[in-house]
């Protein structure tokens, strides 16, 4: 009977552990300004990167949804990876050399592409 609760408790420590090792995923909205269907692969591919579950970024409200592990990144190492790809964020600005790069349809900064239809 001893050996039966032995094994009932290691088990149970064991399930224990194993759910605290589940990692807690948060989900960070960010203002990521583009224009178009290129903008929006060019974003989300920079943020296939570890500890990025899911990176959504919606064109016309130019919201970014990412849902990311922080122990493994960090929101403003997200920024960083974005502007890196020539796209501003609310907290960070692509440098200037990057962007001036990008496809006319995806200079979000000098030209008006109110009109273009996505």
């Known amino acids: 009977m001893k050996t039966n609760s032995f094994l009932i408790l290691i088990i149970f420590l064991a399930l224990s552990v194993s759910a605290q090792a589940q990692e807690k995923v948060v989900t960070?909205?960010?203002?990521?300004y583009g224009n178009c269907g290129m903008c929006k692969?060019?974003?989300e591919k920079a943020l296939d990167h570890k500890g990025i579950k899911k990176a959504?970024?919606?064109t016309k409200a130019k919201s970014l949804e990412v849902i990311y592990v922080p122990?493994?990144?960090?929101e403003n190492k997200i920024h960083?990876?974005?502007a890196a790809?020539?796209?501003d964020t609310d907290k960070v600005k692509a440098k200037e050399e990057v962007y001036s790069k990008l496809p006319y349809c995806c200079l979000y900064r000098d030209h008006d592409h109110s009109g273009i239809v996505d």
């Open 28 to 32: 960070a909205n960010i203002k990521v």
């Open 41 to 43: 692969n060019r974003i």
């Open 56 to 58: 959504t970024w919606n």
């Open 71 to 74: 122990s493994k990144i960090t």
């Open 80 to 82: 960083e990876l974005v």
């Open 85 to 87: 790809v020539g796209h």
